[in-house]
């Protein structure tokens, strides 16, 4: 019984260190480690992703993103566009709107609130990319470890990994 207390105790310490609310974890995409999160989906906005990380708090599903790099003074606006776009994914899938994301760097962690405001700038953003369609660019594969971790190498045309039943 104590070790248990203590196994929870130093738990809840972790996440509090980590910069992580108190919560239940719900979800943690280890897809590298072949433990792939469920993917989200929004079909309204054609909008599809996995959070690192889904928290269960008592203000409601709060999606992570994790970044391994020191933090900035303040989140970047990639950052920030894509934990908004995981939070409109959790609300998509859930039907509740989560109050805020998180966006973690490996010494400090940002709350960044899901705003009316700034649901509105990721559907601008959204809706911009696909008015370029054809016109996107290629992919990046500089790095080929990294495009064969990628959680969309099976369906990408575009991929240097083998997929499943082999190369494309």
């Known amino acids: 019984l104590l070790t248990g207390a203590a196994l929870v105790w130093l738990s809840r310490r972790w996440a509090a260190d980590a910069g992580l609310p108190h919560g239940r974890l719900i979800?943690?995409?280890?897809?590298?480690?072949?433990?792939?999160?469920?993917?989200?989906?929004?079909?309204?906005?054609?909008l599809?992703?996995?959070?690192?990380?889904?928290?269960?708090?008592?203000?409601?599903?709060?999606?992570?993103?994790?970044?391994?790099?020191?933090?900035?003074?303040?989140?970047?606006?990639?950052?920030?566009l894509q934990l908004m776009a995981y939070c409109r994914l959790v609300?998509?899938?859930?039907?509740?709107?989560?109050?805020?994301?998180?966006?973690?760097?490996?010494?400090?962690?940002?709350?960044?609130?899901?705003?009316?405001?700034?649901?509105?700038?990721?559907?601008r953003a959204i809706q911009s990319i696909q008015a370029l369609g054809?016109?996107?660019?290629?992919?990046?594969?500089?790095?080929p470890a990294r495009c064969a971790a990628c959680g969309f190498v099976a369906a990408c045309d575009q991929r240097l990994a083998p997929a499943e039943g082999g190369w494309l």
């Open 27 to 46: 979800s943690v995409d280890l897809e590298r480690q072949g433990q792939a999160a469920p993917t989200l989906i929004d079909a309204e906005l054609g």
């Open 48 to 80: 599809t992703g996995r959070p690192d990380a889904l928290l269960e708090t008592r203000r409601g599903r709060v999606p992570v993103e994790i970044k391994s790099g020191a933090a900035p003074d303040q989140p970047h606006a990639s950052h920030v």
């Open 91 to 123: 609300q998509a899938a859930s039907g509740r709107r989560p109050p805020y994301g998180i966006l973690k760097y490996a010494d400090r962690a940002f709350e960044v609130p899901y705003s009316r405001r700034a649901e509105a700038e990721l559907k």
């Open 134 to 143: 054809a016109d996107l660019p290629d992919r990046s594969h500089d790095d």
